[in-house]
C-alpha cells in the first residue's frame, strides 16, 4: 500500500504541527502496544487531540486517559519544541494554564518539550521527587534553603493572581501534580526517533517495515488533530 504524504503546514495547526504529529505517533503506538508512556504509568485507554472543554483547560494539546483498571486518570499535555526553561523558570503561560487544569479537576498536567537544559534537569527532578513525598507547606519551608535553581523554578511555579479562592495555591500542590518529559524529536540525532523506529521494527513481522509504519502512525495523528 502506498504511503500518504503528510498534510501540508498550511492545513495543520501551531508551528510545532511536525513535533506534535511525532510525539501523538509515539502516544499511539505506546496505546497500540500496550505499552506505557513513561516507566511508573499506567497503561495507556485513549488519546485525545485538542480537546478544548469550553475554552477552559489551556493545557490540551495531548490527553492522555490511563488505567490500571482499578484506577482511571486523565493527563493534560502542552507539547513545546521550543526551549522552555528560560533564566531556570517555567514559561509563565504555561504556569496559568497548568493551574487553569488543575482548578477543572485534572488529574495530572504534563510539559513535554524537546529538551531541559543540563543545569535545569537535576534541580527540577529534585522538586518533583521531593513534591511527591513531602506535603506542599513542608516543602515550600525547605526552598529558602535551597540553590538559586531551586528558587526559580519554585518562583515560577506560583498561581497567578486571580485563582480561585477555595483553591490550595502552593507551588508544591502543582509540582505534586506535574509532569516534564523529554521527547527529542525533530532534532538532528532524534533518540527518540531511533527508538520509536525500532520499536516500530520489533511490533512487525518484517522489521523493514518499520519507517512505513512510524510514517503511518503520523499520517494517522495530523489527520486526527486538524
Keep these: 500500500m502506498k504511503s ?3 498534510p501540508p503546514p498550511s492545513a495543520r495547526a501551531g508551528a510545532g504541527f511536525r513535533y506534535e504529529d511525532q510525539v501523538g505517533a509515539f502516544f499511539a503506538f505506546c496505546l497500540l502496544t500496550e505499552r506505557p508512556v513513561v516507566l ?5 485507554l485513549r488519546i485525545d487531540f485538542q480537546l478544548d472543554e469550553g475554552g477552559q483547560l489551556g493545557v490540551d494539546d495531548v490527553v492522555l486517559t490511563l488505567s490500571d483498571g482499578a484506577e482511571t486518570l486523565r493527563v493534560f499535555l502542552s507539547l513545546r519544541s521550543g526551549q522552555q526553561f528560560r533564566s531556570n523558570r517555567f514559561p509563565a503561560d504555561f504556569v496559568g494554564a497548568a493551574w487553569a487544569v488543575l482548578g477543572n479537576g485534572a488529574d495530572l498536567v504534563g510539559l513535554i518539550t524537546r529538551d531541559v537544559p543540563s543545569t535545569v534537569r537535576p534541580r527540577l527532578d529534585e522538586l518533583l521527587n521531593e513534591a511527591r513525598v513531602q506535603t506542599p507547606s513542608d516543602l515550600a519551608q525547605r526552598i529558602p534553603a535551597g540553590g538559586t535553581t531551586r528558587k526559580s523554578l519554585w518562583a515560577s511555579l506560583e498561581a497567578p493572581a486571580g485563582m480561585k479562592a477555595d483553591l490550595d495555591t502552593n507551588p508544591g500542590r502543582l509540582l505534586s501534580r ?4 523529554e521527547l527529542d524529536f525533530g532534532t538532528v540525532a532524534s ?3 531511533v ?5 516500530c521494527g520489533e511490533a512487525l513481522r518484517d522489521p523493514l517495515h518499520a519507517d512505513a509504519l512510524w510514517h503511518e502512525l503520523q499520517v494517522l495523528v495530523s489527520e486526527v488533530r486538524v
Excluded: C, D, F, T
Aim: charged share 25%.
Design 178 to 181: 506535574l509532569m516534564v518529559i
Design 191 to 193: 533518540q527518540h526517533e
Design 195 to 199: 527508538e520509536a523506529l525500532r520499536r
Design 40 to 44: 511508573g504509568l499506567s497503561p495507556l
Design 4 to 6: 500518504k504524504p503528510l
